[in-house]
T-cell receptor, first 112, second 115 residues
C-alpha cells in the first residue's frame, strides 16, 4: 500500500541554521507529493508540492525535490527563522480515488 | 474570505457518551474531508464527501463513527458511545473540487478528550 515515512522529531535548530526534514515514500506508479505545515494554533496549510519526478516544489524559502530513484521528497531551507517553528507533514497521493496519505509529522522548533 | 471553521474547539466527555463535531467548509468548496490526529500519529483519513456523490467512508475506524453533510455544506461527525481511544484532534478540510491533489484547506480542529 501507499505510505509515507518522516524523520522523527522534535528538531531544534538555532536561527539561520540549515534545515532538512527527511521524507521517504512507498507507492506504486508515480504519486504526487506534498508538504503541509501546521503553525501553532492554526490549521494545516499546503507549503509546496511536486507532481512528477525531478520536479522541485518551493515556497517561503522551502524547497523539496521529487526523487523517484530514492523515493524521497526531503524538505530543505537554507536559513530558518523563529517563525518557521511548526509541525511539518509530508503527504502523497497516488492514482485513482484514494485520499492523501500523510506522514506522522515532524515538529520543528527554531530558537533565537 | 472565511476559512474552514470547526466547533467546538475543545470537547471533554465521559466514556460512553455521544459527541457531535461540526465543520463549516469554505463557501463553494465541493469536497470535504475529516481526519483524526492522535498523539504521535499522522493524520488518519476518516471520510470524504464530494458533491452529491456517496461519501467515501473507508477510513472510519468503527460503526460508532458516522458523518453527514447537509446541503453540500456543513458537515457533522458523530461518535457514539465514545471510548478513551477516541481522544484525538479531529480535523476537517475542504477543497474546491473533487480532485484529491487539489489544495486542502484545514480548519483548526476539535480536540476531543474522553475521560
Amino acid at each position: 500500500g501507499n505510505s509515507v515515512t518522516q524523520m522523527e522529531g522534535p528538531v531544534t535548530l538555532s536561527e539561520e541554521a540549515f534545515l532538512t526534514i527527511n521524507c521517504t515514500y512507498t507507492a506504486t506508479g508515480y504519486p504526487s507529493l506534498f508538504w503541509y505545515v501546521q503553525y501553532p494554533g492554526e490549521g494545516l496549510q499546503l507549503l509546496l508540492k511536486a507532481t512528477k519526478a525531478d520536479d522541485k516544489g518551493s515556497n517561503k524559502g522551502f524547497e523539496a525535490t521529487y526523487r523517484k530513484e530514492t523515493t524521497s521528497f526531503h524538505l530543505e531551507k537554507g536559513s530558518v527563522q523563529v517563525s518557521d517553528s511548526a509541525v511539518y507533514f509530508c503527504a502523497l497521493w497516488n492514482s485513482g480515488n484514494t485520499p492523501l496519505v500523510f506522514g506522522k509529522g515532524t515538529r520543528l522548533s527554531v530558537i533565537a | 474570505g472565511a476559512g474552514v471553521s470547526q466547533s467546538p474547539s475543545n470537547k471533554v466527555t465521559e466514556k460512553g457518551k455521544d459527541v457531535e463535531l461540526r465543520c463549516d467548509p469554505i463557501s463553494g468548496h465541493t469536497a470535504l474531508y475529516w481526519y483524526r490526529q492522535s498523539l504521535g500519529q499522522g493524520l488518519e483519513f476518516l471520510i470524504y464527501f464530494q458533491g452529491n456523490s456517496a461519501p467515501d467512508k473507508s477510513g472510519l475506524p468503527s460503526d460508532r463513527f458516522s458523518a453527514e453533510r447537509t446541503g453540500g455544506s456543513v458537515s457533522t461527525l458523530t461518535i457514539q458511545r465514545t471510548q478513551q481511544e477516541d481522544s484525538a484532534v479531529y480535523l476537517c478540510a475542504s477543497s474546491g473540487s473533487g480532485r484529491h491533489t487539489d489544495t486542502q484547506y484545514f480548519g483548526p480542529g476539535t480536540r476531543l478528550t474522553v475521560l
